[in-house]
């Protein structure tokens, strides 16, 4: 059954008039009126509906009873990306979303292939939260992960040492000592930080600077992981171990 993000409160019963970009795409699944859709805000819970209407640039759904159908993980995290280049950071955003991260905050680092600021900044991030909603979408999940805005790394961790919860905070490096069986067996009921770098890792003095704002370094191995296959990869390790499927 296709799933549409709506960016305003749902009510149960209510007659909702669809955004542009849900129209566009119901004329793309070849929708016609009497077909069955879920729709959902970002809050929690999906809302069942049938299509009403459905013209050229205009459509309607009537809503059904909220149904509330959460499949978020037991845990919370937030991914800290250093900003790869290309369609790495696309991928990677999507592919997070689908294994359950709370938030994202992307990272300009001393390595970062791609320099943003400003209203480029602000573009990049409303597409990555597109995305994200889009992801969110295709694997089922009703609560949309934020994505943070572009930070300089240093300052980040700066703000991270000021920060006196209980919370857990993981750095992966090919230089740690630790593997991933470091990490506990069981999810932790504090939110975490998973810090990844960019093309090239963390430079020297940003993974110094993580460790002394109370990161734990680990490994996953002999073999040095692209970017976005790391982040990846560490996610779904905690899936498996932590109750995340």
Known sequence: MPRFFIDVPLHAGALLDLP??????????????????TFFDGTGGQYPAVLTTLEK??????????????VETPYRITLAQGIAGGDKM?????????????????????RSVIRLDGER?????????????????????????????????????????????????VLLSPRADSGFDALPLNAPSQPGVLLFGPEGGLAPHEEALARE?????????????????????????????????
């Open 20 to 37: 542009e970009t849900v129209v566009r795409h119901a004329q793309v699944l070849r929708l016609k009126t009497g077909d069955a859709l």
């Open 90 to 110: 696309d991928w990677l955003i999507e592919k997070a979303i689908e294994l359950g991260v709370t938030e994202i905050q992307p990272l300009i680092t001393e």
């Open 213 to 245: 704002t109370g990161f734990t370094a680990i490994r996953l191995g002999e073999r040095i992981l692209r970017t976005e296959t790391a982040g990846i990869a560490v996610l779904a390790a905690l899936a498996a171990r932590w109750g995340g499927w």
């Open 57 to 70: 640039r205009h459509a309607t759904a009537q809503l059904g009873d909220r149904e509330p159908r959460e």
């Open 121 to 169: 900044a602000a573009k990049r991030v409303a597409h990555w939260q597109a995305l994200a909603q889009a992801a969110c979408e295709q694997c089922g999940r009703n609560r949309v992960p934020r994505i943070l805005p572009i930070r300089p790394i240093v300052a980040w961790l700066r703000e991270q040492s000021a920060v006196t919860d209980d919370g857990w905070r």
